[in-house]
Structure formats: C-alpha cells, structure tokens
C-alpha cells in the first residue's frame, strides 16, 4: 500500500515568496532626474500706471520657482507651480529672473525683460476758485498716480507746487489781474498732460460802488426771476455821466423778486449811515427798497424803501438807517434791491432800472 503525501499550497507560495526581497530605500532614480525645461515667464502690466505686474512662471518638471524682480528688492519670492506673484514697480526696463527648481534639486534659470510704461493721464480738469487775491486750485485727471504740479502764472522761472489726488494749494497774488494757471498731471513717470485755465483776481469790492473800476468784479446774484446785469450807461448827463452802470428787471417769476451783491468786508457804520443811489427808472411811484443783510445768514437784516419821483431821467435816492442802525454789530455785508416787493412784475420797462454811485454818508 502506497503512503500519498499532500503539501498545502499556501505553504508552498510562502517558501516561493521568501526568495524575494523589497527595498524601499532605494533612491537610485534620484541620480537619474532632470532639471526643469522649456522655462517660461508671462508679464501682465497692470494699465493704470500703479506699476502693479504680476509675474506668472511656467516651465516642465518645476516644483518650485524662486523670482528676483530686477529692481531694488533683493530678496526672491518663491512661488509654487500654477501660481503667481505681484510687484509694484516704477516705470522702467527691469531684468525679472526666475530659478526653477525640480525635484531632484537639479535647478533651471531664465532672465526675461520687464518693459513698464505708464500712459498719459486723461481727461485733466483744473478747479480753481478766487477770494479777491487768494487763489484755491485743485485739478483731476484719469491716471495722474503722480499727483500734479501747479503753477499760478505770476513769477518768471516758478518753481511749481506738488499737489496729490483729491487735494488743493491756495496761492495769494500780489496783485488784481489776468493770470494764466498751469497744470502738469503726471503719471508717475515720464508721460504729462498739461492744462492751462486763465483766472481773474480783483481787488476788494468797497463802498463808493461806481461800476467804473476794472479791476474790481461787479457780478450781482439774482433770485426770483430777477436779471441784472452791468452795461455801458445807454442815458448819459444830467447828474450821472458815468461810463457803466447797473440795470436791473423784474419778471413775472415771483413778487420778491431782487438781487444782492457782497462786499469785501462788512459795512462800517461807525460815521456814516445813509444810503445814496443813483437811479434811472422809466415811471415815477416805482417802489425800490434796498436790504442789508450779514453775509452768509439773512437772520440779520435792515431795509428801508425809497420811491422813484421822475420818469425817464436820472435822479438820487436816499436810502437813510440811521434809525435802525447804531454800531456794526451786525456785520451787515450784502446789498440787496428789490423792485416794487410784494407785487408781480412783468419784465417790462415799467419794473427796469438803471442805477450807479452806491454811496454811504452821512
């Protein structure tokens, strides 16, 4: 009888696997990398002149990019593969270098030229507002990221202020006259768009008001439908033969209906407080009153009224607060005149006046 010996199977897998040795330490296909290929670099300049680009490297086998920018800043910024980087720079060529690192070590480096341009500013707009001689400027532009430079026009070879976005200088003039104010917007590099705007500074506007002096600004506000304007004098003679005066309309806008003109400074009372004017008025019976009124708040006021006597020629009104007024403590600065307040005009000659020499005595 034969003796049948079974070995089990997996007995017999085991002993074969145990010829087999696994090594998982081995690095031998470290030696064998390359370093990165086909290094790239791409430039996206920013186009409103804040000089922000940003840098994106690209290149195969990469895990890592080390960027110098080229300018002053020396140290690199590491970016990791499909990333970017920003810079601001200043416009000028700058040499960007990128070191790519692969994942044996093994390095790669590419040197790309950065070109930044900045545009000319845009669409460049100088504010500029006079208080007698002082001068307030202010000036915008698209793309002026270098701020402005402003020259007032009074002065051989002047030396310009430097002013920023959304901020304003005030220059005072020696002087009344025509001035032309120039503007340089910058862009933060060599572009400039230049401006001019010609301004006008007048004297201080006092008391005789003759409308004779060119150099002092006799721009009267109207409200309520009121149009007053400064012409040449159409009746010259008889008590006025002045070259310019004042002339006035009411309208059929609205009953209180007037104009108002500021004085430099407030009124001095101290002397003198009657009112004299010259008036032209085309029917006699036509009430004129004239207000006195603190700038800047009408809560502080005076008037009295006056009736023209003659038609068709000139005649002096006399306007008198001494009644009303006994020192200046109320600052009263504006002058105002009001055609027959309280009744509808009709833009005729029967609610038109001439009138000149605003005089203060006593």
């Known amino acids: 009888m034969n003796k049948l010996t079974y070995i089990p199977l997996?007995?017999?897998?085991?002993?074969?696997?145990?010829?087999?040795?696994?090594?998982f330490d081995d690095t031998d296909f470290l030696n064998t990398g390359t370093a990165p290929t086909g290094e790239?670099?791409?430039?996206?300049?920013?186009?409103?002149?804040?000089?922000?680009?940003?840098?994106?490297?690209n290149s195969a086998g990469a895990t890592a990019y080390d960027i110098y920018f080229g300018d002053a800043t020396t140290e690199p910024v590491r970016v990791l593969p499909g990333q970017s980087t920003t810079h601001i720079y200043k416009e000028g060529t700058y040499p960007v270098k990128v070191i790519a690192s692969g994942i044996t070590g093994q390095k790669a480096e590419t040197t790309k030229q950065?070109?930044?341009?900045?545009r000319a500013p845009e669409s460049l707009t100088i504010t500029a507002n006079a208080n007698l001689h002082d001068l307030t400027v202010?000036?915008?532009a698209l793309y002026a990221t270098g701020g402005y430079k402003v020259y007032f026009g009074d002065a051989a070879n002047e030396v310009p202020v430097l002013i920023a976005e959304g901020a304003h200088v005030t220059h005072t003039y020696a002087k009344a006259g025509k001035y032309q104010v120039k503007v340089e917007a910058l862009s933060g590099g060599a572009a400039i768009t230049t401006a001019t705007k010609e301004v006008t500074i007048y004297n201080a506007l006092t008391l005789p008001m003759t409308f004779e002096q060119p150099d002092v600004s006799y721009a009267w506000g109207d409200f309520g439908g009121s149009l007053t304007t400064v012409i040449p004098n159409p009746y010259p003679g008889g008590i006025n033969s002045s070259a310019t005066v004042g002339k006035i309309i009411k309208t059929k806008d609205q009953t209180w209906a007037g104009n108002f003109i500021s004085m430099s400074s407030p009124i001095d009372f101290t002397g003198n407080k009657k009112f004299r004017v010259k008036v032209y008025s085309w029917r006699p019976g036509?009430?004129?009153?004239?207000?006195?009124?603190?700038?800047?708040d009408n809560t502080f006021m005076e008037n009295m009224e006056a009736v023209t006597t003659k038609a068709n020629t000139w005649e002096e009104l006399t306007f008198d607060f001494s009644g009303k007024i006994t020192d200046n403590s109320k600052k009263l600065q504006n002058i105002l005149f009001f055609l027959d307040n309280g009744t509808q005009g009709d833009g005729s000659q029967n609610y038109t006046v001439l009138f000149d020499d605003i005089v203060l005595t006593n």
């Open 114 to 118: 950065l070109a930044v341009t900045f």
């Open 138 to 140: 202010s000036a915008a």
């Open 286 to 296: 036509l009430r004129i009153l004239l207000q006195l009124e603190r700038s800047g």
């Open 10 to 23: 997996l007995l017999l897998f085991t002993i074969g696997s145990g010829c087999t040795k696994d090594n």
């Open 40 to 57: 790239a670099v791409h430039f996206n300049i920013t186009d409103d002149n804040s000089g922000l680009v940003t840098i994106t490297p």
